[in-house]
């Protein structure tokens, strides 16, 4: 299964495409959020370690479109401006999660999309994964974080590029959207004589 990694680039990749003014504060916020709340739904490992339980009941409720849904549309009330598209992509963010851990082989990958209506745990097997299953129960956090930090690294290299290219691809279309109206501004307006031998 991907780590918060991961998660969090495709996230903040995601983040970088919400609504408003491309400053560089009102773009490093959206994808701070994105990238957050697309590592929010491994909070399900949290609960079940907490109670006791394993990384089995990984992908469950939280993986799913409803959640999905929810918490992207109560992210977008958060932000501003508040639009359609703010929604939608902060709805993207958090699905992003589901769909990532559907691509993964493991046995623990997957996500239940269509809970509550279905309990079934997609998983297509596309993504060759790594053996990483931290267990609490047996191990410190340190030990946990340890066995983390080169697969960390690797998703870092592996996916840090997607948010740097949806950086690169927004700052062009600003930049000829902005090149666009300029060169409206400084068209030559016709003075009244031209405007009068025009007719």
């Known amino acids: 299964m991907p ?16 609504p408003g003014k491309l400053t560089w504060q009102r773009t490093l916020l959206s994808m701070v959020v994105g990238g957050l709340i697309a590592a929010i739904p491994d909070i399900d490992l949290v609960v079940a370690w907490g109670m ?7 992908g469950s409720y939280t993986h799913s479109i409803l959640f999905a849904v929810g918490l992207g549309a109560a992210v977008a009330l958060l932000m501003r401006p508040v639009t359609w598209r703010g929604a939608a ?6 699905l992003s999660h589901g769909l990532l851990d559907c691509l993964t082989k493991d046995e623990f990958g997957g996500a239940a999309l269509f809970w509550p209506f279905s309990r079934v745990v997609w998983n297509l097997g596309l993504l060759a994964n790594y053996e990483f299953f ?12 340890l066995d ?17 290219a949806v950086l690169i691809w927004r700052s062009r279309r600003q930049c000829a959207e902005m090149l666009s109206l300029l060169s409206r501004r400084l068209r ?8 009068q031998g025009g007719k």
């Open 89 to 94: 992509v902060f709805i993207a963010a958090v």
């Open 134 to 145: 931290p267990n609490p129960a047996r191990q410190s956090w340190r030990e946990i974080a």
């Open 188 to 195: 030559p307006k016709p003075t009244n004589c031209e405007e």
């Open 52 to 58: 006791g339980g394993g990384v089995s009941a990984h």
């Open 3 to 18: 780590l918060p990694v991961a998660h969090g680039l495709i996230g903040a990749g995601i983040g970088a495409l919400a």
């Open 148 to 164: 983390a930090l080169p697969f960390c690294l690797h998703e870092l290299r592996v996916y840090g590029a997607f948010p740097v």
